[in-house]
């Protein structure tokens, strides 16, 4: 069998190679949809277009002159008020000391405008923004993303991306490229995850790490290329051993 002892991806049947081509094309485009999942999550915070090391500032570090529930609603909750001058009511509100007792000048508002998607049955983000009591832990001041969160993202990307890249460095590994080329690809994607991963947490302690985040996704983003276009290339395009 050819993982035995292999001679290249040339080699291997057809069949094999025709899946192991969808494997990569898929993984491909995977990781496309990933990064415009990013993308779109990000590049409404700061409320400029397109995403930028302020977006990813006040994603991880946060928008400290703010609170919470004003960074949301003059970024990614923007779009969904009904109208400019329930923004700004709540804006207004929010500015004045968001006291309890002036509350009923924006619950209707809420109701309107952001219950549909934050109320105790639905609770998308586990947000919910009902009454008073619901909404008064959005008027802290916002720092970033929460460390429970931090844990959370890094638990599930670390195990998403670790088992992608196990499938792509052992489709890389029957290929026919030096055994030094093959280690310096499983290098740089293996140490890209951890340094996509720990940009997050050095983003999270100043701000001015924040682009750390952007080299450590692009890095991946390399390592990712790298195994499907090579892999492709012993695959279709190197002559049969």
């Not at 009923?104 to 508002?109: G, I, N, P, T, Y």
């Not at 080329?181 to 302690?205: E, N, P, R, T």
Request: aromatic fraction near 12%; charged fraction near 20%.
């Amino acid at each position: 069998m050819f993982w035995k002892e292999s001679k290249g991806l040339k080699n291997i049947p057809g069949s094999g190679k025709l899946a192991l081509t969808a494997v990569l094309v898929l993984l491909g485009i995977s990781y496309i949809f990933g990064f415009l999942n990013i993308y779109l999550s990000y590049s409404p915070i700061d409320t400029e277009p397109g995403m930028s090391i302020t977006d990813i500032q006040i994603a991880f570090y946060g928008a400290r002159d703010q609170t919470r529930l004003e960074k949301s609603i003059d970024g990614t909750m923007r779009e969904y008020f009904a109208d400019d001058m329930e923004y700004q009511t709540v804006k207004d509100w929010i500015h004045e000391g968001g006291n309890e007792k002036d509350f009923e000048l924006v619950q209707s508002v809420f109701k309107n405008s952001c219950v549909d998607c934050h109320s105790k049955d639905v609770q998308v983000a586990d947000v919910v923004l009902e009454n008073f009591e619901d909404v008064e832990p959005y008027l802290a001041q916002d720092t970033g993303k929460s460390l429970s969160r931090l844990v959370s993202l890094s638990h599930t990307h670390l195990f998403s991306i670790v088992t992608i890249l196990f499938i792509l460095s052992l489709i890389f590994s029957f290929t026919l490229f030096p055994e030094k080329v093959k280690m310096a690809v499983y290098a740089i994607s293996y140490f890209a995850a951890i340094a996509d991963v720990g940009a997050w947490w050095l983003a999270k302690l100043s701000p001015l790490l924040a682009p750390l985040v952007i080299l450590g996704g692009a890095l991946l983003a390399v390592s990712f290329v790298l195994y499907i276009l090579l892999s492709l290339y012993d695959m279709w395009v190197r002559k049969k051993a």
